[in-house]
Structure formats: C-alpha cells, structure tokens
C-alpha cells in the first residue's frame, strides 16, 4: 500500500489561502473554511482508496506568533476534523511535520517512511486540490509499482500529488516550476517518472475560479463532486465569470 500524506496546515484565518483573501471575494474566515472543506474532502478520499492515510499537521511552534490560538492547539485543531470527517478516525494517523520549510517537510517525512518504517511508497498531497479523488490517488499507487516518481501537474507548474518509492535530494526540490525541479531530480537519481492527469489546485483566485465553474457544472450533471468543497462553494453562493477575459469570482 502506498502511505498517502497530508500535509494540513490547522485551518485559520491567515494561515491558509493568505492571498484568497486579498484577490477574492472571500474574508479570511471564509479561506479558512474552504481550506477546513477540501481538508475533509481530502480525508475521505484516501479513506476510501487502497492507501494508508497519515496526516501531517504544522505545529504551532512552526505557525507565526499571532495565528497560534492559546485555547486551541494545532494538533487538536486538525485532529478534531479528522475525527468529526471519518467514520472511523482510528484509521488516520496524525504527526506533526519536522522541517523548516516545505521542501524540507516533504523530504523529511518520504525519508522516514521509506527508509524507517520500510513503506513501498509514499504520496504527498496538500489541501488544495479538491477534485483528487479515490480513482486518483488508486490510480497513482498503480503507477508507483512500476516508476520510482509518480508526480500530478496542474496550473503554473505546480504539482497536487507527489509520489516516490525512493527518495531523491528534496533540497529546494518544490522550486518552480515544481513540476520540472522534482522531475530533474528523479532523472539525476536515474529514476523513472510518471505523470498523472492534470488537476487544477487552488492558489490564486483564477485557480478558485477553475473550481467552482467545474463544481457547478458537475453538480448540475448530478455528477460526482468533492462533497464539503461543493457544499461551501453553494452554501457561499460563489460562481465564476470573466471580466476582460480572465476568469473571475462573483457571488450572489
């Protein structure tokens, strides 16, 4: 089995989506909660896949000073959406994340896993993506049997999805184009890379806008869709539109 992690940062305000708030029509509360619904959306589609869900939390030694709430710590924070998302918590494990920066966290954490804990392979995944599904995440361990780097493009050269059965030099692997960094640096290892269909993740307020167009027209087609992140797009009335050709975000 393929360990699935993800790593969540404690949904507040100001820590995640910092620029949603500044380029959309979402308050910092708001950012929080989408973050909060792809979290969970997250949760439950490792849940359901063939993976093993482990959940990295940022710490609040790691949090700037003025997002650390005093009556709330983050691993209580995030542990909390776990246990109110799965049906059976007891089948998350939940770990703080070591390293000073995100590079350093993903590495540290594939590092353990494979070398450590003896794992075939492991996958990195960030709430941002919410339309990465079960089929998805089956679809990658898949390719994982066969290539040492399973990597998922999307927008800017970013990628939703990091997978490896071996480790490479994660040293500023995230630089972008993170999508080509990790791709060199599979290649230097003299290791296979496959890629998986492109997904659109949530950055800016262009990303926000690729995904309430395509949640809203598959909830319209009554088609599948991440369920909390489609509820909170709905429940905030938020559509997509464009203003001189670039997407842009409007709510009722």
């Given at each position: 089995?393929?360990?699935?992690?993800?790593?969540?940062?404690?949904?507040?305000?100001?820590?995640?989506?910092?620029?949603?708030?500044?380029?959309?029509?979402?308050?910092?509360?708001?950012?929080?909660?989408?973050?909060?619904?792809?979290l969970?959306?997250?949760l439950?589609?490792?849940d359901?896949s063939?993976?093993?869900?482990?959940?990295?939390?940022?710490?609040?030694?790691?949090?700037?000073?003025?997002?650390?709430?005093?009556?709330?710590?983050?691993?209580t924070?995030?542990?909390?959406?776990?246990?109110?998302?799965?049906?059976?918590p007891?089948?998350?494990?939940?770990?703080?994340q070591?390293?000073?920066?995100?590079?350093?966290?993903?590495?540290?954490?594939?590092?353990?896993?494979?070398?450590?804990?003896g794992?075939?392979?492991v996958?990195?995944?960030?709430?941002?993506?919410?339309?990465?599904?079960?089929?998805?995440?089956?679809t990658?361990?898949?390719?994982?049997?066969?290539?040492?780097?399973?990597?998922?493009?999307?927008?800017?050269?970013?990628?939703?999805?990091?997978g490896?059965?071996?480790?490479?030099?994660?040293?500023?692997?995230?630089?972008?184009?993170a999508?080509?960094?990790?791709?060199?640096?599979a290649?230097a290892?003299?290791?296979?890379?496959?890629?998986l269909?492109?997904?659109?993740t949530?950055k800016?307020?262009?990303d926000?806008a690729?995904?309430?167009?395509?949640?809203?027209?598959?909830?319209?087609?009554?088609?599948?869709?991440?369920?909390?992140?489609?509820?909170f797009?709905?429940?905030?009335?938020?559509?997509?539109?464009?203003?001189?050709?670039?997407?842009?975000?409007?709510?009722?």
């Amino acid at each position: 089995m393929t360990v699935v992690c993800i790593l969540a940062d404690p949904p507040r305000p100001g820590v995640v989506f910092e620029t949603l708030a500044e380029t959309s029509p979402l308050s910092e509360s708001e950012t929080a909660e989408l973050y909060d619904a792809i979290l969970r959306d997250m949760l439950i589609a490792v849940d359901r896949s063939g993976g093993d869900l482990l959940v990295n939390y940022r710490s609040d030694d790691a949090l700037p000073e003025k997002y650390v709430d005093s009556n709330e710590s983050a691993a209580t924070t995030v542990g909390t959406v776990v246990s109110e998302t799965l049906d059976d918590p007891s089948v998350a494990r939940v770990e703080v994340q070591v390293g000073s920066t995100f590079a350093g966290r993903v590495g540290n954490t594939v590092t353990h896993l494979l070398r450590d804990e003896g794992a075939q392979s492991v996958a990195v995944i960030e709430p941002t993506t919410p339309f990465l599904l079960r089929s998805t995440i089956d679809t990658a361990a898949m390719q994982l049997r066969s290539n040492e780097v399973v990597l998922g493009p999307s927008a800017g050269g970013r990628v939703y999805y990091a997978g490896f059965t071996e480790a490479i030099d994660f040293t500023d692997a995230f630089e972008t184009p993170a999508i080509e960094t990790l791709t060199d640096r599979a290649s230097a290892a003299s290791y296979d890379v496959a890629f998986l269909d492109s997904q659109p993740t949530i950055k800016h307020d262009s990303d926000l806008a690729t995904v309430i167009a395509n949640i809203r027209a598959r909830w319209h087609a009554e088609r599948v869709v991440p369920k909390h992140t489609a509820e909170f797009i709905i429940d905030t009335g938020l559509y997509a539109t464009s203003e001189d050709g670039l997407p842009r975000i409007v709510r009722d």
